[in-house]
C-alpha cells in the first residue's frame, strides 16, 4: 500500500501564491506517475499537472500552466505544486495521486491512479 498526506492548502487573496506538499510512504515502486488534481464544488475532479518520478518530466493542463509548477524530491519521497498568481477560480480540493508504473504518454484521467491523498482546501478570495 501507498499512503499519500497533503498539507499547504489554505485561504490566500487573489494573485497570491501556496505552495502544496504531498508526502508519500509505503511501498515503492520503480516507474510511477504522480500527479495533482483538484476538484471545486459541484463540479467534476480535474487534472492539474503530473510528473514522472524517474525521470522528472512534467506535464500541467492548459489552465494552469505558467503559473503552477509541478515538482518533486525523490530522497524526501514528497511531491510539489507550487501555484502562483492565484484566482478565485482555482479555489477546490485538491488532491495527490500516484499511478504505479508509466505509460507511453502522462495519464491525465483520474480513473489512471491508483492511490490517492485525502485532500487539501485551497481557497482564493477575489
Known amino acids: 500500500q501507498v499512503q499519500l498526506v497533503e498539507s499547504g492548502g489554505g485561504l490566500v487573496q487573489d494573485g497570491g501564491s501556496l505552495r502544496l506538499s504531498c508526502a508519500a510512504s509505503?511501498?515503492?515502486?520503480?516507474?510511477?506517475?504522480m500527479g495533482w488534481f483538484r476538484q471545486a464544488p459541484g463540479k467534476e475532479r480535474e487534472f492539474v499537472a503530473a510528473i514522472r518520478w524517474s525521470g522528472g518530466t512534467t506535464y500541467h493542463a492548459d489552465s494552469v500552466k505558467g503559473r503552477f509548477t509541478i515538482s518533486r524530491d525523490k530522497l524526501k519521497n514528497t511531491l510539489y505544486l507550487q501555484m502562483n498568481s492565484l484566482k478565485p477560480d482555482d479555489t477546490a480540493v485538491y488532491y495527490c495521486?500516484?499511478?504505479?508504473?508509466?505509460?507511453?504518454?502522462?495519464?491525465?484521467?483520474?480513473?489512471?491512479?491508483?492511490?490517492w491523498g485525502q485532500g487539501t482546501q485551497v481557497t482564493v478570495s477575489a
Open positions: 509505503g511501498r515503492t515502486f520503480s516507474r510511477a506517475v
Open positions: 495521486a500516484l499511478r504505479s508504473g508509466e505509460g507511453p504518454t502522462i495519464a491525465t484521467t483520474d480513473r489512471s491512479y491508483d492511490f
